[in-house]
C-alpha cells in the first residue's frame, strides 16, 4: 500500500532530447506527488510537483502526465541538457510524509 | 533566504556509540521531517514534526532512535548504541506548515558507524 515504484533505474539521453522516467504508486490517499532532482553529495531538490485533479503540469522543459485511473504519473524533460545528469525521484504522499521512489540516474551526453 | 541546513554534514562514529545529528530549517517553517538515505535508494521517512511534537514517528526503526524539536525549530536526531546497519545520509526537510505540501531538503548529514 506504501509504495512508489520507478522505472527506469538508469537512462542515457543525446543531448536536445527527450528524457521519459515512469511511476505507479499503490495508496489511494495520496494526494500530491512531487519529483526531486539530487546531485551528488546534495541533498534532493523540490523540481516539479501535481496534484491529482490534473492530468498534466508544465514548468519549463520538465512536465508531469498524471494518469490517477492507472495510479501512475511520469517525468518528461524536454530538450534534455548535460546540466540535466543527475538521480531522479518520484515520490507520492500527503502533507505528513513523502514516499519515495527508488530513483532513475539520467546521464545526457553531448 | 537560508535553506534547511545540518550538521555535521559528515559523522564517523564507533559501533555502539551515540550520535546526534542537528537540523535547522527554513525559517518561519513549522514543519518538520527527518529521512534516511540509503546508498542507491530514495529517502525513506522516518518522523515528522508540526510545531514541537511530534505528529508521526511511524518510520523510526527502533527504539535507539529518537527525535526531538523542544522549541519548534531547530530538531536533533539522536541514534543510541549505534550499529554498521545505521550508516546512510540523514535528511532534513522543512515545509510551511500542516497543510503545506511542498518539503525542502537540506544537504543531509552522511553517517558512517565502523
Known amino acids: 500500500q506504501q509504495q512508489v515504484k520507478q522505472s527506469p533505474q538508469s537512462l542515457i539521453v543525446q543531448k536536445g532530447g527527450i528524457s521519459i522516467i515512469n511511476c505507479a504508486y499503490e495508496?489511494?490517499?495520496?494526494?500530491?506527488f512531487p519529483w526531486y532532482q539530487q546531485f551528488p553529495g546534495k541533498g534532493p531538490a523540490l523540481l516539479i510537483a501535481i496534484r491529482p485533479d490534473v492530468s498534466e503540469k508544465k514548468e519549463g522543459r520538465f512536465t508531469i502526465s498524471f494518469n490517477k485511473s492507472a495510479k501512475q504519473f511520469s517525468l518528461h524533460i524536454m530538450d534534455s541538457q548535460p546540466g540535466d545528469s543527475a538521480t531522479y525521484f518520484c515520490a507520492g504522499g500527503r502533507t505528513d510524509k513523502l514516499i519515495f521512489g527508488t530513483g532513475t540516474r539520467l546521464q545526457v551526453f553531448p | 533566504g537560508a535553506g534547511v541546513s545540518q550538521t555535521p554534514s559528515n559523522k564517523v562514529t564507533e559501533k555502539g556509540k551515540y550520535v546526534e545529528l542537528r537540523c535547522d530549517p527554513i525559517?518561519?517553517?513549522?514543519?518538520l521531517y527527518w529521512y534516511r538515505q540509503s546508498l542507491g535508494q530514495g529517502p525513506e521517512f522516518l518522523i515528522y514534526?508540526?510545531?514541537?511534537?511530534?505528529?508521526?514517528d511511524s518510520g523510526l526503526p527502533n527504539d535507539r532512535f529518537f527525535a526531538v524539536r523542544p522549541e519548534g525549530s531547530v530538531s536533533t536526531l539522536k541514534i543510541q548504541r549505534t550499529e554498521r546497519g545505521d550508516s546512510a545520509v540523514y535528511l532534513c526537510?522543512?515545509?510551511?506548515?500542516?497543510?503545506?505540501?511542498?518539503?525542502?531538503f537540506g544537504p543531509g548529514t552522511r553517517l558512517t558507524v565502523t
Open positions: 514534526f508540526q510545531g514541537t511534537g511530534a505528529a508521526d
Open positions: 526537510a522543512s515545509s510551511l506548515g500542516a497543510t503545506a505540501y511542498e518539503q525542502y
Open positions: 495508496n489511494t490517499a495520496f494526494d500530491y
Open positions: 525559517s518561519g517553517h513549522t514543519a
